[in-house]
């Protein structure tokens, strides 16, 4: 991938001092100190290196330019030996929830039984990972289990979310540092992890919240994009943007010849036929095997995505920077989030300080009653962390980088509606989310610490 950053690998694992990756958000200043931080550098970085990997290529051959798509059910994707030991790692996890059916007892959301298959799960994880990675990487394991078990849901609250999801992007990434995917011309490993390793821990995910009844965690409800998964929409979209060289810019605009409509979403029959080759359409899949009703109904942000005319380019770009709004910069999120020595609690001396936001406004304190803190922050104050839009944000409030303010979503505001025509909601033309024109990948990807 020319001039594209990838995860730094450590130079020498043996020498490497592990430590037990340990909390270290607490309040809003600490959301704004982790945007400046070394792990959120490199958590970016490994996510883009997924998302460009999955791109489309095309390649000339004498006067004739072939084109390859990378989809869940295609042969061209190349499977290492350490894809091959992780898809078994969670296909054992997959055949434990066969082992421990739910409780009979009535309940709405989270089934008791998830507690006896993640005790389980935390019994076995050494054995699990002994298994699957080799000897040398024996000392890592304490870090390592720490993002494997935070990535399965939890057990206390019984519910997951996006921060789950992202602790299993930080695992993978451990491994990625520690020379555990073998060496590969750009982009063959990481597509292995995407589509072979990432979908498969999604569908261990899904049987999980279905078989037990997860709640979403710290879900927006129905004004979120998703109750549970953020990447999925990241990669598939990706997978249907336009073919491109190595040697070019991930596209901004544009989809596949042949790829479907973003509208196709919304239609059942071409969902379930798109489902077993993209990412994206898998993942709307699942809000309809668990939802019911109209589809702008129960996911209004989606829906709304699914209006946008420029192509699966335009939308790509668009879920990035909502991952760093809606995901990264979020404290219910991130405060889960660990750091040790794979994942590093320390300053990016190339990173600047994010501008100032509607999210930053609205993080907590440590001291709650702090008289001096804004509104939004005491107890007295509205409801931290309302569902923003970054398509939404004014042109003159989005930086360059990922570190951006976003204002509210123009329909975050407003209460459901009667079923709207095709056009959009309550009588008003559906928006085409302007703010995709706001952020250039292109400066995103060859700045992933927020410079200009």
């Known amino acids: 991938m020319a001039n594209f950053p990838t995860l730094a690998k450590i130079a020498d694992v043996k020498e490497h001092q592990f430590e037990k990756p340990v909390k270290k958000i607490f309040d809003g200043p600490d959301v704004s100190f982790f945007l400046m931080s070394l792990a959120y550098r ?9 998302n460009r990997s999955v791109l489309p290529r095309k390649n000339q051959t004498g006067g004739t330019t072939a084109i390859t798509t990378w989809r869940l059910d295609s042969e061209d994707v190349v499977f290492s030996d350490a894809v091959y030991r992780l898809r078994s790692l969670l296909n054992k996890l997959i055949e434990l929830v ?11 959301f989270g089934n008791v039984s998830f507690r006896k298959w993640y005790r389980i799960v935390e019994e076995q994880v050494g054995d699990l990972l002994t298994e699957s990675l080799p000897e040398e990487l024996g000392p890592a394991h304490e870090e390592l289990t720490s993002y494997f078990l935070g990535s399965l849901g939890s057990a206390q609250r019984l519910d997951y979310g996006t921060g789950h999801e992202l602790s299993f992007l930080a695992f993978l990434a451990c491994l990625w540092k520690l020379s555990f995917f073998p060496e590969a011309e750009a982009g063959v490993e990481e597509r292995g992890i995407a589509l072979g390793v990432f979908e498969l821990y999604l569908i261990l995910i899904r049987k999980l919240i279905k078989t037990y009844t997860l709640e979403p965690a710290g879900s927006h409800g129905v004004w979120g994009l998703d109750d549970n998964s953020f990447l999925p929409y990241i990669f598939g979209s ?11 810019d991930t596209p901004t605009e544009g989809s596949l010849p042949d790829a479907p409509e973003a509208s196709a979403v919304t239609k059942l029959n071409l969902v379930e036929k798109e489902k077993g080759s993209n990412m994206y359409f898998s993942a709307i899949a699942f809000i ?12 209004p942000m989606l829906f709304d995505i699914s209006g946008i005319k420029d192509g699966w380019g335009k939308i790509n770009k ?6 760093n709004a809606e995901v990264l910069s979020k404290f219910p999120v991130v405060q ?11 300053r990016d001396p190339k990173a600047r300080p994010p501008p100032p936001s509607t999210h930053a406004a609205s993080q907590p304190l440590r001291n709650p009653m702090d008289t001096n803190a804004p509104s939004a922050m005491r107890p007295s104050g509205p409801p ?6 970054p398509w939404a944000a004014k042109p003159s409030a989005a930086p360059a980088g990922f570190v951006n303010g976003v204002t509210q979503a123009p329909w975050a505001s407003r209460a459901p509606a009667p079923a709207p025509p095709r ?9 085409p989310l302007q703010a995709l024109k706001e952020t250039d990948t292109k400066t995103i990807q060859q700045n992933p610490e927020g410079q200009k």
């Open 288 to 299: 309809y095997d668990v939802k019911r009703g109209p589809f702008w109904e129960h996911s």
């Open 42 to 50: 490199d958590i970016m970085t490994f996510m883009l290196q997924l």
């Open 384 to 389: 931290m962390g309302s569902t923003a839009a």
């Open 423 to 431: 056009g959009g909601f309550a009588g008003a033309q559906r928006r």
């Open 238 to 248: 990706a997978q249907l943007c336009p073919p491109i060289a190595e040697t070019d």
């Open 318 to 323: 668009g879920m990035i920077k909502m991952y």
């Open 336 to 346: 889960h989030f660990p750091f040790g020595s794979l994942f590093e609690w320390e």
């Open 98 to 108: 066969e082992a421990v059916p739910p409780d009979t007892g009535p309940r709405r």
